[in-house]
């Protein structure tokens, strides 16, 4: 357990644009709930600040901050800044939650058991066995979710515009050739691969979409959707995503990613507090309003 000032844990937000989170009033509703005191800050941090990054590096090894999220664009980045990795974020490369020890930094990603969790419980189907995803996106977020899949047995096609960066998350993965394979995103716009057996689950692992750029979907416009499978935008704000609506209008479910942000949330602070996790996902689902609050 860290040593707390008089105002209690200070925990915080790193990443670059801000204003769309809802991880602050997630994480003061789990210190409110399980009696802790503290603070929960948005920390921007553009993308080439360094300074900023080390300050925050500084201020966990000193005591000074008691737990860091981090998200994009610098999942990756800070990579470099730590002292040891979690086996996940070993395996994915990419970082969502900064946790001090005893003067060092552990970096842990939370986000594929997060992803995972929310997935089954939304659509239990997809826990029967290995299946077939495609990933739109290739930063630290879609890189977590690849893990997630391709440790269960699934096959998985990765699209995005940049394919190096594709290939290398494969590769970084040590993903199996026979069931991994990334893709040019103006291939896939063209229309390769064609689906082939379904169901597929179908991921925006993109911030395209998100507030303030509502109308905007990673889905190419002209591209078909498969006939079976199910969408799933890890944006969640707004909760409705022009992705969401593209997939719905094909004869798809769709789910945001507000039920992946409130279980990353949940291990995030878990490891920060060694709070009951019990405690913490009530207090987390209610303020996202994915439960309902009991009665007074």
């Known amino acids: 357990m860290p040593t ?28 409110r709930a399980c009696g802790l005191p503290g603070q929960y800050e948005l ?47 070993g395996a ?9 020890r005893g003067g060092r930094v552990l970096g842990a990603n939370t986000d594929a058991p997060g992803f995972w969790e929310d997935l ?22 879609a890189r977590a979710v690849a893990y997630a899949l391709l440790s269960r047995g699934w096959e998985v ?11 290398q998350l494969l590769t970084d993965l040590s993903a199996p050739p026979e069931r991994a394979r990334a893709l040019d995103w103006q291939a896939f716009a063209r229309g390769e691969p064609a689906f082939g057996p379904e169901p597929w689950l179908i991921v925006n692992a993109t911030p395209v ?9 990673p889905w190419p416009q002209h591209r078909a959707w498969p006939t079976r499978g199910a969408a799933y ?8 995503t022009q992705f969401m609506r593209q997939a719905r209008a094909a004869g798809l479910p769709a789910r945001d990613g507000l039920g992946m942000l409130v279980e990353q949330a949940v291990r995030a602070f878990v490891l920060w507090t060694n709070a009951n996790p019990t405690c913490v996902r009530k207090a987390m689902a209610q303020t996202a309003g994915l439960i309902t609050a009991p009665n007074p």
């Open 4 to 31: 707390l000032s008089s105002t209690g844990y200070r925990f915080g937000l790193i990443g670059y644009p801000l204003e769309h989170s809802r991880s602050p009033q997630l994480h003061q509703a789990a210190l």
């Open 43 to 89: 920390l921007p941090i553009p993308p080439d600040e360094v300074k900023g990054l080390a300050r925050v590096i500084h201020a966990l090894r000193t005591g000074k901050r008691h737990g860091i999220n981090v998200t994009i664009p610098h999942k990756t980045r800070v990579l470099a800044w730590v002292d040891e990795l979690d086996p996940a974020a």
């Open 92 to 100: 994915i490369r990419a970082v969502n939650t900064l946790v001090p």
């Open 120 to 141: 089954v419980r939304a659509w239990p189907v997809w826990a029967d066995g290995p299946a077939r995803g495609l990933i739109l996106g290739a930063g630290g977020a």
């Open 157 to 167: 096609v990765v699209v995005a515009r940049r394919y190096a960066a594709a290939q």
């Open 209 to 217: 979409g998100m507030w303030p750029h509502t109308n905007a979907s």
């Open 233 to 240: 935008d890890l944006v969640y704000n707004p909760r409705v």
